[in-house]
């Protein structure tokens, strides 16, 4: 069998979240961290997902790596590309969803494609056009209060019309319920019009599974990784994909065990409540980062004590916090900057304690998973068992030995998440 799917993801943890689906829908899939151009594959896998950090840079750099992504994928021949953003839509002022979309679509030839975020595991679901967390609008969620990309708007078909030059249509829920075949007749009527981009309405896994096989014989997919968990029963009809036992199988789990939060979303910081009820834990500030790096050699010294005091309990260094704080940061430092100090400060404390013997690493927030995984110099990572919906622990290979790493979306997860995936990673390497 010839590798099946190849997914530009733009983000981190939207790349494990994908690649999550999928293995757990019996596809061996390696994630591929950065520019893939150069780096062999591994026998045996049915998927690629190249995770870039492309969801809040400028545009022309998304683009780029988007597109050098692309050519990568196409070189390795694979049948189908799925580009992997947030199932929140969020990204830049600028972009930079339609506009990366548009710029594959005509690598690849294409004249259409769809716009499927809705992942209904975790509560985002598209209705009329509209995009749901749980039974709130978008922009009435928390996502307004996302420190980089603010959502205030929850019709899609109006944010990705103000990304694009092409026109936007949408597939009604009707439609989708009335089968796939009414779903490809639709999308056909929106090509014969012109129209390149299609929102999908999605309120659950059977929409998914209608909006799969109505679209997988497209060059180009889009969305959240809802749709992953659908597709790959569509390539097994086509015969493009063989049956696999134990896709998600890791070695076994060694060293001690952090976790490193950046997110400053609703449910990370529940997770991180939860966390300092039953253990202690470190907060960095960024305006103290801003004066230098003692704030850094304090939470070494943090977490060196307590991994010394209780070697089997997970250590928490923690930079979120509520919205009217990190504003005020902002307002002092500048987004950019605020970003940046915390996720420097997160990678610093990544690669000493990784070096040190930490061989279970959770990690919360798309930029910092980001730059925790550029800090540790990591180029792939096999993905294992899932701990929630979209988290899935994974591994990868350091001087050190084996590192079991989870890379958690801010807003994904349960609460406790921050205890008990050390002890679904044990249950599943035992």
């Known amino acids: 069998m010839s590798l099946v799917l190849g ?28 520019d893939p151009t150069g780096k062999p594959l591994p026998e045996g896998v049915d998927a690629v997902v190249v995770a870039l950090k492309s969801r809040s840079c400028a545009l022309d750099e998304a683009l780029k790596d988007s597109l050098a992504a692309l050519d990568w994928l196409r070189g390795q021949g694979v049948r189908q590309v799925f580009f992997k953003y947030c199932s ?13 979309a548009d710029a594959l679509l005509e690598r690849l030839g294409g004249r259409q494609t769809v716009m499927v975020p809705a992942f209904p595991t975790t509560g985002r679901t598209v209705y009329q056009g509209h995009l749901f967390v749980g039974d709130r609008l978008l922009n009435d969620s928390g996502m307004q209060d ?71 014989e497209l060059p180009l997919v889009t969305g959240g990784s809802g749709l992953g968990q659908a597709l790959p029963a569509e390539y097994r009809r086509k015969g493009w994909l063989a049956p696999v ?52 050699a304090e939470a070494l010294d943090f977490v060196r004590r307590q991994h010394a005091e209780s070697p089997d309990e997970p250590v928490l260094v923690y930079a979120s916090a509520a919205p009217d704080r990190v504003k005020a940061a902002q307002q002092q430092l500048g987004v950019a900057r605020a970003g940046e100090l915390v996720e420097r400060a997160l990678a610093s404390l990544a ?68 205890t008990r995936g050390f002890a679904v990673l044990e249950e599943a390497t035992r």
Do not use: Y
Not at 88 to 100: C, L, Q, R
Not at 149 to 163: F, I, S, Y
Not at 180 to 187: G, V
């Open 351 to 418: 690669t000493t304690l990784v070096a040190e013997g930490v061989g279970r690493l959770l990690v919360a927030g798309g930029e910092t998973s980001g730059a925790v995984v550029s800090a540790l110099s990591l180029d792939r990572l096999r993905i294992g068992p899932q701990i929630d919906a979209g988290v899935p622990w994974t591994q990868a290979s350091v001087a050190a030995g084996t590192l079991s790493l989870a890379l958690k979306s801010g807003n994904f997860g349960g609460i406790d998440i921050f």
């Open 7 to 34: 997914a530009i993801a733009d983000d981190f943890t939207g790349a494990t979240d994908l690649a999550n689906n999928l293995v757990r829908s019996g596809m061996r899939t390696v994630q591929i961290l950065g």
């Open 146 to 216: 996302h420190p980089l990309n603010p959502m205030t708007d929850a019709d899609l078909v109006r944010v990705l019309g103000a990304q694009t030059s092409h026109p936007v249509g949408l597939v009604s829920h009707a439609v989708i319920r009335a089968g796939a075949e009414a779903c490809r007749r639709r999308l056909g009527e929106l090509d014969a019009s012109g129209v390149r981009h299609v929102i999908c309405d999605t309120l659950d896994d059977d929409d998914l599974d209608v909006l799969a096989a109505a679209t997988v």
């Open 245 to 296: 036992e134990d896709a998600a199988r890791l070695a076994p789990a060694q060293g001690r065990s952090l976790v490193l939060s950046g997110s400053c979303s609703q449910a990370t910081l529940a997770q991180v409540e939860h966390f300092l009820e039953h253990r202690p834990g470190f907060a960095l500030d960024p305006l103290s980062l801003a004066q230098g790096d003692q704030p850094i």
């Open 88 to 100: 929140t839509f969020d990204s830049t002022a600028e972009g930079n969803i339609g506009p990366v």
